[in-house]
């Protein structure tokens, strides 16, 4: 058992009660913001290459682009063009996500609604949905080992790479109290989700915590922090893009990755 997690979890358990109606009060003042548009498109940088890069992005809301209106300029959208350029190569992207799903939902319910393709890498957003429902690190290791294994098992040798877990303590619409339960909650699972995917050949977790002041000095952006939001809970056109840029930057840092792709042209 995570110490950490037994630990909070102890003193947890008599806030539950305070929390569960917190977050009520949170779901009904936050607008309900649909999924983004748009669920494949490509890249075009040159005409060289026979065949472009096809990236599948799957996961829960952040990948589904709530809070913009296309996925063109959402995430996925965002780091096919990047990685395009950082490349130089044509890219095509495909996105399968939903807003609300575990990580078991999306082995369960989305994997399998994947068309029989080919696909150079996968990229997946999870963790916010897990947290949320308080699921425990070690259910959650073992959910997220039996993903790898769905996806593996359909798209063989083709690179996984998992993206940095959600900033729940930086969402402007939660309260102090769900910020320290879920955002603790979240970076455990962040570091369970670190262990198994270096158990794994060819998966990666780019695992960087996630702040707005790390983000506003990095990327020297002139903005507030909540420009970063589109409704105090998902992410804005700005940060989808930020953080695409972010994703990109490190497969184009990581040899292993870059070479896999390097050896497509």
Same mark, same amino acid.
């Given at each position: 058992?995570?110490?950490?997690? *037994? ?5 947890? #358990?008599? *806030?539950?009660? *305070? ?8 779901? &009904? ?29 799957? @996961? ?6 709530? @809070? ?18 950082? $490349? ?37 957003? $999870?963790?916010? /949905? !897990? &947290? ?7 259910? +959650?290791?073992?959910?997220? !080992? ?17 993206? /940095?877990?959600?900033? #729940? ?7 102090? $109290?769900? %910020? ?27 695992? !960087? ?5 790390? +983000?506003?000095?990095?990327?020297? *952006?002139?903005? %507030? ?6 409704? @105090? ?9 930020? +953080? ?19 050896? $497509?042209?």
């Amino acid at each position: 058992m995570n110490l950490r997690f *037994l630990l909070g979890a102890l003193i947890s #358990i008599p *806030l539950l009660p *305070l929390m569960y109606y917190q977050g009520k009060r949170i779901i &009904a003042s936050v607008p309900k913001l649909p999924e983004a548009k748009g669920l494949a498109g490509s890249f075009q940088i040159n005409e060289k290459n026979e065949r472009p890069i096809k990236i599948i992005s799957i @996961g829960e809301s952040t990948i589904a682009g709530v @809070g913009v209106e296309t996925h063109e300029e959402g995430f996925t959208g965002t780091l096919a063009k990047e990685i395009s350029k950082l $490349l130089d190569f044509n890219v095509d992207w495909r996105v399968y996500a939903r807003s609300g799903y575990t990580a078991k939902r999306v082995e369960y319910k989305l994997i399998p609604k994947i068309s029989k393709c080919r696909a150079d890498l996968i990229i997946v957003g $999870l963790g916010g /949905n !897990d &947290a949320f429902t308080l699921n425990r690190p070690t259910k +959650w290791k073992n959910e997220i !080992d039996s993903l790898i294994k769905s996806i593996k098992t359909k798209f063989p040798g083709t690179v996984i790479i998992f993206c /940095n877990m959600p900033p #729940i303590k930086e969402f402007p619409a939660f309260t102090s $109290l769900i %910020k320290f339960i879920v955002g603790n909650l979240v970076e455990i699972l962040g570091e369970e989700l670190k262990a198994v995917a270096t158990d794994h050949e060819n998966v990666f977790y780019f695992g !960087d915590k996630i702040t707005l002041s790390g +983000w506003i000095e990095k990327f020297q *952006l002139k903005k %507030k922090k909540e420009d970063f939001f589109s409704d @105090g809970v998902h992410p804005s056109k700005l940060t989808y893009q930020t +953080w695409a840029k972010y994703i990109a930057r490190e497969i184009f840092r990581t040899e292993k990755i870059k070479n896999a792709l390097n050896q $497509l042209s």
